[in-house]
């Protein structure tokens, strides 16, 4: 870590004239602190699922959208301030976005129905978006190749870390008081970030892709996967062959050829052509949206079987997802170090195998009644998180030029997140669609318990990750 740190500080220092009085220890600790805060608002609410459908007396499907929308926006957000931060002050945007991440935060906590709650987590993730491009954007910048694995296992790690202690965080807290005290917990952590970003993170920005933001093309691509989404969404309230899912995916595609056709023809777009057709590029971003849909897939799964169909507490949920997260957390530093000495590939095909082979233990025996089986079985998906995490995202910043940094790690943050948006949201469509069929035995023909929709739940989750794997294979050997 020491390293890294030092390295980050060399960086920045150069790029401000020689800031040798900041402390590049603390530079890390303040994004690793704001990145945790920001990702683990992701995974705390699904704790919070039944618990707010309770209070608000609303459908699965209704309050499934305090995930989804959260996920949505903050998904949304990130390439367009990774586009910014290549031309205004880094600094600044993260003060804008973590005060708009709070006063979300506030509204989330204070929210007397579940519109109100819907509307703040879409504030929250709006300036929570501000934090992953902005962080990995400055270490991709400033960290030269053979040291950049470190420093993105450092951050990754801490991406793995919010991501898998968020339901023990949550579980934790609800036990111990409410689903409010979730946000309330979140605002004491802005607060922290807050001064730390104000008085550690030094200016910068703006010097590599002058003043063009060309932001047609950034509202063609949100809108276009904000329509994906909502298609995948809206397909568990109306089903699969809504008229309104197909007009959701057919706007979809054309925004998508719009915005296609867009950046080949303005001076200074969006984003370069040559990143969409840099296959590198494209391999990373897919590896990490198939990847993390596979990993979230599991952190929602598991805890809806635990408190709906098992009645266990929100507090055992947490416990039983610690053991997973505490395996992210350590070894995520360590497969970036690997990705940097074996090489990219492959570490992040055997951290998708393990994966794999984690959800294929779930949909086996993770979801046979016992909680020691259930622990045991998310840690494997936790090893496998571990490795991919770190090494796709080295992947798509070494496939990046200087002048594409920032955005090109937006894009990439995009896919990533976007694969946590997805998981929620498709899964719970499958559900809902899964168990109205009945008694219908599992897919998985070694299941031998009662619930099957949670199985085949499990092994579908499993396709997400035998797709990384695929994109995977399509790298290069370069280290």
Same mark, same amino acid.
């Given at each position: 870590?020491?390293?890294?740190?030092?390295?980050?500080?060399?960086?920045?220092?150069?790029?401000?004239?020689? !800031? *040798?009085?900041? @402390?590049?220890?603390?530079?890390? =600790?303040?994004?690793?602190?704001?990145?945790?805060?920001?990702?683990?608002?992701?995974?705390?609410?699904?704790?919070? &699922?039944?618990?707010? /459908?309770?209070?608000?007396? !609303?459908?699965?499907?209704?309050?499934?959208?305090?995930?989804?929308?959260?996920?949505? &926006?903050?998904?949304?957000?990130?390439?367009?301030?990774?586009?910014?931060?290549?031309?205004?002050?880094?600094?600044?945007?993260?003060?804008?976005?973590?005060?708009?991440?709070?006063?979300?935060?506030?509204?989330?906590?204070?929210?007397?129905?579940?519109?109100?709650?819907?509307?703040? /987590?879409?504030?929250?993730?709006?300036?929570?978006?501000?934090?992953?491009?902005?962080?990995?954007?400055?270490?991709?910048?400033?960290?030269?190749?053979?040291?950049?694995?470190?420093?993105?296992?450092?951050? @990754?790690?801490?991406?793995? +870390?919010?991501? +898998?202690?968020?339901?023990?965080?949550?579980?934790?807290?609800?036990?111990?008081?409410?689903?409010?005290?979730?946000?309330?917990?979140?605002?004491?952590?802005?607060? %922290?970030?807050?001064?730390?970003?104000?008085?550690?993170?030094?200016?910068?920005?703006?010097?590599?892709?002058?003043?063009?933001?060309?932001?047609?093309?950034?509202?063609?691509?949100?809108? @276009?996967?904000?329509?994906?989404?909502?298609?995948?969404?809206?397909?568990?309230?109306?089903?699969?062959?809504?008229?309104?899912?197909?007009?959701?995916?057919?706007?979809?595609?054309?925004?998508?050829? =719009?915005?296609? &056709?867009?950046?080949? /023809?303005?001076?200074?777009?969006?984003?370069?052509?040559?990143?969409?057709?840099?296959?590198?590029?494209?391999?990373?971003?897919?590896?990490?949206?198939?990847?993390?849909?596979?990993?979230?897939?599991?952190?929602?799964?598991?805890?809806?079987?635990?408190?709906?169909?098992?009645?266990?507490?929100?507090?055992?949920?947490?416990?039983?997802?610690?053991?997973?997260?505490?395996?992210?957390?350590?070894?995520?530093?360590?497969?970036?170090?690997?990705?940097?000495?074996?090489?990219?590939?492959?570490?992040?095909?055997?951290?998708?195998?393990?994966?794999?082979?984690?959800?294929?233990?779930?949909?086996?025996?993770?979801?046979?009644?016992?909680?020691?089986?259930?622990?045991?079985?998310? !840690?494997?998906?936790?090893?496998?998180?571990?490795?991919?995490?770190?090494?796709?995202?080295?992947?798509?910043?070494?496939?990046?030029?200087?002048?594409?940094?920032? &955005?090109?790690?937006?894009?990439?943050?995009?896919?990533?997140?976007?694969?946590?948006?997805?998981?929620? *949201?498709?899964?719970?469509?499958?559900?809902?669609? /899964?168990?109205?069929?009945?008694?219908?035995?599992? %897919?998985?023909?070694?299941?031998?318990?009662? +619930?099957?929709?949670?199985?085949?739940?499990?092994?579908?989750?499993?396709?997400?990750?035998?797709?990384?794997?695929?994109?995977?294979?399509?790298?290069?050997?370069?280290?």
């Amino acid at each position: 870590m020491k390293g890294c740190g030092s390295a980050l500080a060399d960086g920045v220092e150069r790029g401000e004239g020689g !800031s *040798a009085e900041r @402390s590049s220890r603390v530079v890390l =600790a303040v994004m690793m602190l704001a990145l945790f805060v920001s990702v683990v608002n992701q995974t705390m609410v699904n704790v919070a &699922v039944p618990p707010m /459908r309770e209070e608000f007396g !609303s459908s699965e499907a209704a309050v499934g959208w305090v995930n989804t929308g959260y996920l949505l &926006v903050f998904a949304l957000c990130v390439p367009i301030y990774g586009r910014l931060s290549d031309v205004f002050d880094t600094r600044r945007i993260l003060l804008v976005g973590l005060a708009v991440f709070g006063v979300g935060s506030l509204i989330c906590a204070l929210s007397p129905s579940l519109p109100v709650l819907v509307g703040g /987590r879409a504030l929250q993730a709006a300036g929570a978006g501000t934090i992953p491009a902005l962080a990995f954007g400055l270490v991709a910048r400033t960290i030269p190749d053979g040291s950049r694995g470190p420093a993105l296992g450092l951050l @990754s790690a801490t991406i793995g +870390a919010g991501a +898998a202690f968020g339901p023990v965080i949550g579980g934790f807290l609800i036990g111990v008081g409410s689903w409010h005290t979730l946000f309330y917990m979140t605002i004491a952590l802005i607060a %922290i970030a807050l001064v730390g970003v104000a008085f550690e993170i030094p200016s910068s920005g703006g010097e590599t892709r002058g003043t063009g933001l060309d932001l047609p093309s950034g509202i063609l691509l949100g809108a @276009s996967v904000a329509l994906l989404l909502f298609s995948v969404t809206d397909a568990g309230n109306v089903g699969l062959f809504s008229w309104r899912v197909f007009a959701s995916i057919g706007l979809a595609v054309v925004g998508l050829v =719009a915005f296609g &056709v867009r950046i080949r /023809r303005v001076p200074e777009p969006f984003v370069s052509p040559k990143l969409i057709s840099n296959p590198r590029f494209i391999a990373a971003c897919a590896a990490g949206f198939f990847g993390q849909f596979a990993n979230v897939s599991g952190l929602f799964i598991l805890p809806l079987y635990l408190t709906g169909t098992l009645g266990r507490s929100e507090l055992l949920v947490g416990l039983v997802l610690l053991p997973g997260a505490l395996v992210v957390t350590l070894l995520s530093p360590l497969a970036g170090r690997l990705s940097d000495t074996v090489g990219l590939r492959p570490v992040l095909m055997a951290g998708l195998f393990v994966l794999l082979i984690g959800l294929v233990f779930m949909s086996t025996f993770g979801v046979s009644g016992s909680v020691i089986l259930a622990a045991v079985g998310m !840690s494997l998906p936790g090893f496998g998180f571990a490795a991919t995490n770190s090494t796709a995202s080295n992947a798509a910043s070494e496939s990046l030029t200087p002048d594409t940094a920032g &955005v090109g790690l937006g894009i990439y943050q995009m896919c990533f997140f976007l694969g946590a948006g997805f998981a929620p *949201a498709l899964f719970g469509a499958f559900l809902t669609f /899964r168990q109205t069929l009945g008694d219908l035995g599992a %897919i998985n023909p070694f299941y031998a318990s009662d +619930a099957p929709a949670y199985s085949d739940a499990f092994l579908l989750a499993g396709i997400g990750a035998i797709l990384a794997l695929i994109a995977a294979s399509t790298l290069s050997a370069k280290k």
